[in-house]
């Protein structure tokens, strides 16, 4: 785990915040690129992709914020309620996926909204959720050199060992298992990983979709919902890191992805009837 590259100053460049960085460029460039093969405006790209990046962190950093807010933070120790500045230091990490995913689809949905005459919101949809998983790819991979979003212990081969002082070392160490003199913690599934490898492939999975059948309004919405809701909640199974309080006995990430299957069961369905019907939606 090298979750710090180099500081200097008071400025430290963290893989995280690197690897966001990343995956936000390959995007960028990917959507342009996607938009050329299929007749969009490449140009659109810029507003989109800052219409997402803007909504998608105000809502990752509000639901992580709210969902931690009496946890303590990082070296500090102290919570967001003792020191609510905290709230406004991204660079230090704490960001829920789905928060972000939701305020970046309702900023996507109403811009679509706003410019309907020119194509149907569903359209403009499938075209943004192609690249989501792959920015989801690259931060999962942050992730895992932050040590955050950590499995349970496991004596698989596949099972990894982070360092004195990540946080699956600290869960261990709180929990009694594991000695505070211990150069790293025990074997963790590497759950960044396999989430990392799954969003990539469903990233491929939709570039040919979309490049094929984009004009079956809502598929690659539907595909992807139902996709990553289910590789997310089973991710979820595998994974020991504090994740908030149960509810109805699942996390608050399995939650919303059993409302994520649910609409991209949704979704999937109407491109079906429609396409049975030889009707095309305008939403």
């Known amino acids: 785990m090298h979750s710090e590259l180099f500081a200097v100053g008071g400025f430290q460049l963290h893989v995280y915040g690197l690897m966001l960085a990343i995956g936000f460029v390959a995007c960028y460039f ?43 933070q990082g070296q500090t120790g102290l919570s967001f309620a003792e020191a609510p500045m905290q709230v406004f230091q991204l660079w230090k990490g704490g960001l829920v996926y789905y928060g972000g995913f939701v305020a970046a689809a309702l900023g996507l949905f109403v811009y679509g909204l706003m410019r309907r005459g020119r194509e149907p919101v569903r359209a403009l949809l499938d075209y943004c959720v192609v690249f989501v998983p792959l920015g989801q790819a690259f931060g999962r991979v942050g992730c895992f050199f932050h040590g955050c979003c950590f499995g349970g212990r496991t004596g698989s081969a596949l099972g990894v060992c982070f360092p004195q002082g990540s946080p699956a070392w600290q869960r261990q160490v709180g929990e009694g298992v594991l000695s505070p003199y211990a150069a790293h913690a025990l074997p963790v599934w590497p759950t960044q990983l396999f989430e990392a490898a799954g969003c990539a492939a469903l990233f491929v999975a939709l570039w040919w979709l979309f490049r094929l059948r984009r004009d079956r309004l809502g598929l690659c919405c539907g595909v992807y919902a139902l996709a990553y809701g289910a590789l997310r909640f089973v991710g979820e199974c595998l994974r020991d890191d504090p994740r908030g309080e149960p509810f109805l006995g699942l996390t608050f990430s399995q939650n919303v992805s059993v409302a994520l299957i649910l609409l991209g ?17 305008g939403r």
């Open 30 to 72: 990917l959507a342009r690129r996607l938009a050329r093969l299929t007749g969009r405006d490449p140009g659109e790209v810029d507003t989109l992709v800052m219409v997402a990046a803007v909504c998608g962190i105000l809502g990752a950093r509000l639901v992580y914020v709210l969902q931690f807010w009496h946890e303590p």
């Open 265 to 281: 069961l949704g979704f999937l369905l109407t491109a079906v009837w429609e396409r049975r019907h030889g009707t095309a939606g």
